[in-house]
């Protein structure tokens, strides 16, 4: 498979509402920025999505031979976190510290590695402090009662990502900022001002904290610079926050565009509804990891373009899980196959269909597609397989373009060595098979699973599966 540059990668890019070429600023250097949670409460099925899909997208960029800079925030300051604080009856930065640890904690748990830093908006005040006092001087921030606002009367191409300047029911909107004394309907709050009981910070723009747009363009000016390659997030996101990034980062900058391309992940749907705490119809990602494994929810992501929402249930879960098994039996099948005589080129064929996953990849990164063609692969060298009709060094080569795909994938079963306790029980059930000591052979199958394995004879040769 061609790994070069050459290969023309395009995005859809929601600032334009088309696919476009993919060109980062500096050649072969990618900045990308994800909005991260707020972390009140345990991550949900939405997050996961959204999170999954981008550490695919950033995988396959340094696939493509990018050195790419991932930056995700944290925002460990807000009013739901004050307000659960006021709940357990303990501090908002305990709250902050013990939800941010889990969420980290299940980000680990479906192989999101791709994270170069996690920024706690509360280690950036200086810097939201100093974008507030130049949007002040420049006249684009006024001062009312309960802080400072951000005056949308001055950015008269506000609305230009969303494509409207009004809420609509699915955005995700953080802060009520309502004061009467607001110039605009719509303007929004850059820096509240301190009230009794809550958390604050001293300052030159008086005492009080961040509002919650400026805490991701302080923390994107100061880690990637007033213009970078790609901004994501869920699709609630585009709408006001999305959209107050981009006012707040141009009018302090003057440079257009604030990002070359927004990219935005569809919703996880239940029951025909947006899934959401809000809505209390969540699941979150510790209750389906009980059940399933972390590479079952990782397959069900991409089994969907990112824009595209999933409809969720138990049904599409299990049927997530059984395609997977079929790309894990037939990876083991192929690790197992004793090789014949060859009939046919395998390997012309794999790298036929090494371009076309590739292809799908570089159509603004469709995995469902990429699957197909995947799928249709194992299917025709089963069939050769079966024939014996398939050379071992062409599995081989097989092999190590799964390894490739699965770098960014991250669906395969990792190598995993047996305990020298279940070795020993699948040597006497090979002994007790040989012996056709049928019943032994049988005690010992129960006693492997157990101890969480289970044995395949179909195919001449025992491959043992982790449960």
């Given at each position: ?13 929601t600032l334009t509402g088309k696919k476009e070429v993919f060109k980062s600023l500096k050649s072969k250097n990618v900045k990308m920025f ?289 395609s997977l098994e079929r790309i894990h039996d037939f990876v083991r099948n192929l690790k197992n196959y004793s090789g014949g005589k060859k009939?046919?080129?395998?390997k012309k064929r794999v790298e036929t269909v090494g371009k076309k996953f590739e292809e799908a990849m570089d159509d603004d990164f469709e ?101």
């Amino acid at each position: 498979m061609n790994n070069k540059l050459s290969v023309v990668l395009r995005v859809y890019n929601t600032l334009t509402g088309k696919k476009e070429v993919f060109k980062s600023l500096k050649s072969k250097n990618v900045k990308m920025f994800v909005c991260g949670p707020t972390v009140y409460g345990l991550s949900h099925l939405g997050h996961a999505k959204t999170y999954v899909q981008f550490d695919v997208i950033a995988k396959y960029l340094h696939y493509k031979k990018y050195k790419i800079f991932y930056l995700q925030n944290i925002t460990d300051i807000d009013d739901k976190i004050i307000k659960k604080a006021a709940e357990e009856k303990t501090s908002w930065d305990t709250v902050a510290r013990t939800y941010e640890k889990l969420y980290l904690e299940d980000m680990q748990k479906l192989g999101i590695n791709s994270v170069n830093k996690y920024a706690r908006a509360t280690e950036y005040i200086a810097e939201i402090v100093s974008q507030v006092k130049r949007l002040i001087k420049k006249g684009y921030a006024y001062r009312i009662s309960d802080g400072y606002y951000f005056d949308l009367s001055k950015c008269k191409d506000y609305g230009k990502l969303a494509k409207r300047t009004k809420n609509e029911a699915e955005d995700s909107v953080s802060r009520i900022d309502e004061n009467e004394g607001k110039r605009n309907k719509g303007d929004f709050c850059l820096w509240k001002f301190s009230k009794e009981g809550e958390p604050f910070w001293e300052t030159e723009i008086e005492t009080g904290r961040p509002g919650w747009h400026i805490e991701d363009t302080a923390i994107t000016e100061k880690e990637l610079g007033n213009q970078y390659d790609i901004h994501g997030g869920g699709i609630d996101l585009i709408f006001p926050h999305h959209e107050a990034e981009i006012a707040q980062m141009e009018s302090i900058s003057g440079k257009v565009p604030f990002v070359r391309y927004w990219l935005h992940t569809g919703f996880v749907n239940s029951n025909n509804e947006k899934m959401s705490k809000s809505l209390g119809n969540f699941s979150t990602i510790r209750d389906v990891l009980s059940y399933y494994d972390s590479k079952v929810l990782r397959f069900l992501f991409l089994s969907t373009h990112y824009r595209n929402p999933v409809s969720f249930s138990e049904q599409v879960l299990r049927q997530a899980k059984s395609s997977l098994e079929r790309i894990h039996d037939f990876v083991r099948n192929l690790k197992n196959y004793s090789g014949g005589k060859k009939i046919v080129s395998i390997k012309k064929r794999v790298e036929t269909v090494g371009k076309k996953f590739e292809e799908a990849m570089d159509d603004d990164f469709e995995t469902a597609k990429a699957l197909t063609v995947l799928f249709d692969l194992i299917r025709y060298v089963n069939i050769l397989m079966d024939k014996n009709k398939v050379a071992q060094g062409d599995t081989k080569f097989i092999l190590k373009k799964f390894e490739q795909w699965n770098a960014f994938f991250g669906i395969l079963e990792e190598k995993e060595e047996l305990s020298l306790e279940v070795e020993v029980l699948v040597q006497r059930r090979e002994e007790a098979r040989r012996n056709k000591n049928w019943i032994e052979a049988d005690r010992l199958r129960d006693e492997i699973k157990k101890k969480g394995y289970v044995l395949d004879d179909t195919k001449g040769k025992t491959i043992i599966k982790k449960i």
